[in-house]
């Protein structure tokens, strides 16, 4: 399966039994987790034994995000999230990731709209200054919505850089429908994480368990003809190897043409 991949919520060998039936890459999340950063070489020495004992699989990962905000107005937050991200860079550019994703850090009520695009352009475009080959995306999670995202994508004009849409947040998040943020965002969408909600709160649910009306929103995704990839983030094994199935069908060209 090129281009979708399996989160790392589930055990190893969970893990190991979805990606040996589905042929699906692997998205690691530990370096997502600030404590793992601090155990920088211990963890990418336990990363390398799990990539070489799953059969050495297609990579994305995930960076961290707890407490950081990249468009802080305060210069030593932003230094604080620049070194962060910079040593999750580090890990996927050792692990051979394809891909790395970075939250975008908005809450709500706490973050103006007005002037967010313009500070995170400004700090990717400063992460971004002497890297190429690992393409840097900004995954929306509690954005009420695309709007800023969608400014932030116009502004940053590095070739390494765009979107990663989390269909289950804009479901829960958002007042706005996951298929509006994918007809808006498409052109600029990299990467899709895939997993369903009842619409009050984030479960990563199996596809078809919530109420997120999946296979509308991918179609509309694919048709923006984008070179996006995909992962399932569920936290059953069962309910990832059914949303793999879903997510196949979904995508194929003669599924979009229906």
Not at 180 to 191: I, T
Request: hydrophobic share 40%; charged share 25%.
């Amino acid at each position: 399966m090129s281009g979708i991949y399996i989160s790392e919520l589930l055990p190893v060998e969970e893990l190991r039994a979805v990606m040996d039936s589905t042929g699906a890459g692997l998205e690691l999340i530990r370096f997502s987790v600030a404590v793992n950063l601090d155990d920088f070489d211990c963890q990418l020495r336990e990363a390398e034994k799990l990539v070489k004992e799953l059969g050495g699989p297609s990579l994305t990962l995930h960076g961290p995000f707890l407490d950081l905000n990249p468009a802080s107005y305060d210069s030593l937050v932003q230094e604080a999230v620049f070194r962060r991200f910079q040593e999750a860079y580090r890990a996927a550019a050792a692990l051979g990731a394809e891909k790395i994703i970075f939250h975008s850090g908005r809450i709500p009520a706490t973050v103006y709209l007005e002037g967010w695009a313009r500070r995170m352009a400004d700090f990717f475009e400063r992460f971004l200054e002497g890297k190429s080959g690992i393409p840097v995306l900004v995954e929306n999670v509690f954005d009420p919505e695309y709007t800023g995202l969608l400014e932030l994508a116009e502004r940053v004009e590095h070739p390494d850089f765009g979107l990663c849409l989390d269909l289950g947040h804009a479901h829960c998040y958002s007042p706005a429908p996951a298929k509006e943020w994918a007809r808006a965002l498409g052109p600029y969408v990299r990467h899709v994480h895939v997993h369903d909600n009842n619409g009050t709160g984030d479960q990563h649910l199996g596809l078809g368990m919530g109420t997120l009306p999946a296979a509308d929103v991918i179609r509309e995704l694919v048709k923006s003809g984008g070179d996006m990839s995909w992962t399932v983030e569920c936290c059953e094994k069962e309910q990832g190897e059914e949303s793999l199935k879903i997510l196949k069908n979904c995508i194929s060209p003669l599924s979009v043409l229906e």
